[in-house]
């Protein structure tokens, strides 16, 4: 993977908060995924076009002092073999 590709959350799944799940989801046509707060996190970074790089960045001012460079690596990589991603 790229770290300067450019990535976005495919339309094809809705990302919402659900109060009855207590947690954010992706719906799509089939069914829904409950995310972690970790997963929605990274996967709000990506409601508009952006590298991982960016994401990583923006993550790392937002949560000083933590390396977050592989964590979000392979989320990503998860995500876009889910289809969740898509590249620009």
């Keep these: 993977m790229n770290s300067d590709t450019v ?5 094809m799944f809705r990302m919402q908060f659900e109060k009855a799940q207590d947690c954010h989801v992706l719906l799509y046509p089939e069914g829904m995924v409950k995310l972690s707060e970790s997963a929605a996190e990274i996967l709000m970074q990506f409601d508009a076009p952006s590298s ?8 790392e001012e937002k949560f000083p002092g933590v390396d977050l460079a592989d964590d979000v690596n392979e989320f ?3 995500a876009r073999d889910k289809k969740w991603l898509e590249a620009c």
């Design 76 to 78: 990503v990589e998860v």
């Design 52 to 59: 991982v790089d960016a994401v990583i960045s923006r993550l």
């Design 7 to 11: 990535y976005q959350r495919n339309r």
